[in-house]
């Protein structure tokens, strides 16, 4: 019997479709329940862990022609001109008559796209004014980002009005908002922007994800920010143990392989340490060298053999992540060490505070989780990358 793809059965690269999620169905019903009801939703938790996954399967439930989705992603766009035209696009894309003729549209001149999609284009301009060309033209909206991104932000109230639909945006990657490079702009200015539009959008309920958690959580909780209370938060802990032993049980099984218990355990607690990507992407390097040894029997070497090759899969990004912590300096990298070797951080340090320093850094990035609990330990987010740095 030829084997499945170990891509297909635990994809590491892409958000995973809702049918193949691995637990998360109370998440994904509580995003869907409070978008429901109207509820702004802002969805944080530590790089890889499902965030986009979770949001679109919740997208996928929201799909009715009664109500439409507007999806962007800020991780993809280069500053406020391709945020416009991204909105502009997601907006209209709702209509079929549009989505049948939009991407041909988008590759004609001006003058072709009168003529290849005339009524559409007529039809787009009287409902929802002239300023939409910014969906049909590209590059058109790079002429006036700012006229242009204030038009695309109150599109999908004007939609919904014209339409008589509810929309349902979804700003994955919300963080980039307030990213270093500030290519949206201010993030102050740019939040007020959305904020006003939003409070005068009744029609629309917003999800926003971000990885970042302390970074999304300053564009929303402190009072003077424009965002203060404008959504409730969802934090997106770990997929159970539970959730993982079922899971990757029935997925090893589509393939006729048989995981005992305290294999699996191995790999979902020790290795994985229940963080998805990194959980799948063990699993995956499990199968690979499964199938490599034409086997069906997972053994504890095999799963052995899955996180070495899962380093080594990783490797480049381990490395990136080491120049990246040195770059924030010497103590930001002892610091690290100390983290990913479990050792008390404060440990002999004559100035503590360039330890806190060092933590609030590597938290910045992303890289290290605060604990829940005041006395509880700093850890990785990433456990693959914790592991790369212990043993430096
Ligand atoms: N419910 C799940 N079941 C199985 N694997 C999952 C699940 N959620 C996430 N993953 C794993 O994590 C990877 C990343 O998922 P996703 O892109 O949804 O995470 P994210 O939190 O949005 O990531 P990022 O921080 O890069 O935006 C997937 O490719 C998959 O390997
Ligand atoms: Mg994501």
Redesign the pocket.
Known sequence: MARLLSRSL???????EAAR????DGDVAQLVNQVVGGANRVVV?P????????CRAALGRLKTRSRYLVAVDLFDLAGPAALAEALAVATISNRSAVRRTLPKARSLSRHAVQLASGAVSARLKADLGTDIEIALLPDLAQRDPERYLAYALRLPEKVAEVDGVEVVVFID?FQELAAGDHRFGDPDLRTKQLRSVLQDSPHVTCIF?G?IEHLMRDLFAPRHRALHNFGGFQHLGP?SVDDWRA?LTERFAEDGCHIAPEILDVLIDEYGRSH??ST??VAQQTHIAAVAAGVRTITLALVLEGLQNAMSADSAHHQAAVDRIRSLGKHAFATALRVARHEAPYGGVTDPKTVTRAMHALRDIGYIDEPAERAGPWRFADPLLGRYLAGF
């Open positions: 635990f994809p590491t690269d892409q958000p995973v999620l691995i637990g998360r938790g790089r890889r862990t499902g965030k986009t996954s979770v990657e994800a990885s997929i899971g998805a990507r799948m992407l």
